[in-house]
């Protein structure tokens, strides 16, 4: 399957800081990404919809001055956390769409902020 | 309307054994439903995949099951095997709109395999 490569992997930083992650992928062109956050022992809940030059589109609920999303190539979406805080804390993954319409995943971003 | 429903929230098979988990939809838009299996602290990696015109999908121990009167789809795991032991999600997605590729999951299901 395609890869979907995020860094990075755990970033711990203190509250009120800003974190950047990073969603790539390797071997094919994405002209929308998603992120996803994951609470323990839950499932999956879609933040926002990245597409490439243009404004994400965020879910309902979600704080869009507080995660901001930029896709500026066809192959790199970020994440960044502004002003983080503990409920912050959370796993982060990204997914990109193939040609054909699957979507593939990262292998996550483990956030802690203290 | 855009949920999909997932059952059983935990399950524990035998080595050997079969495991089976359901998922019920509401939303008759859905064109492509994927399984997904995730371990812990990784992100989920595509398992298996079905479209609404076929009705059984199988790939090596991997079954899905597909009913669209029904609205269910069920994945089945054969000769299930310790390493199997994961939480799986289905999912389902709304053909084509800008946000093509947006998927919903259902909740999770925990699966432990014995040895």
């Known amino acids: 399957g395609a890869v979907v490569s995020q860094h990075p992997s755990r970033v711990i930083c203190k509250s009120g800081t800003s974190v950047k992650i990073e969603c790539r992928s390797l071997?094919?062109?994405?002209?929308?990404m998603f992120w996803y956050r994951q609470f323990p022992k839950k499932s999956l809940m879609l933040m926002a919809t990245?597409?490439?030059?243009?404004?994400?589109?965020?879910e309902q609920g979600v704080e869009k001055d507080k995660f901001l999303i930029n896709h500026a190539s066809l192959t790199l979406s970020t994440l960044t956390v502004t002003s983080a805080h503990p409920e912050d804390s959370s796993f982060y993954i990204c997914?990109?769409?193939?040609?054909?319409?699957?979507?593939?995943f990262g292998e996550g971003s483990r956030l802690t902020v203290l | 309307q855009q949920q999909v429903k997932q059952s059983p929230q935990s399950l524990i098979v035998q080595k050997g054994g079969i495991s089976i988990i359901n998922c019920a939809y509401e939303?008759?838009?859905?064109?492509?439903f994927p399984w997904y299996q995730q371990f812990p602290g990784k992100g989920p990696a595509l398992l298996i995949a079905?479209?609404?015109?076929?009705s059984e999908k199988k790939e090596g121990r991997f079954t899905i099951s597909f009913n669209k009167s029904a609205k269910q789809f069920s994945l089945h795991i054969m000769d299930s095997q310790p390493g199997d032991s994961a939480t799986y999600f289905c999912?389902?997605?709304?053909?084509?709109?800008?946000?093509?590729?947006?998927?919903?999951f259902g909740q999770g299901t925990i699966l432990t395999v014995h040895p």
């Open positions: 990245s597409n490439e030059g243009s404004k994400a589109t965020y």
């Open positions: 071997d094919f062109q994405a002209t929308t």
């Open positions: 997914s990109a769409r193939v040609r054909a319409g699957e979507l593939f």
């Open positions: 999912a389902a997605r709304v053909a084509g709109g800008t946000s093509y590729g947006k998927l919903t």
């Open positions: 079905i479209r609404p015109d076929v």
């Open positions: 939303n008759t838009a859905f064109d492509y």
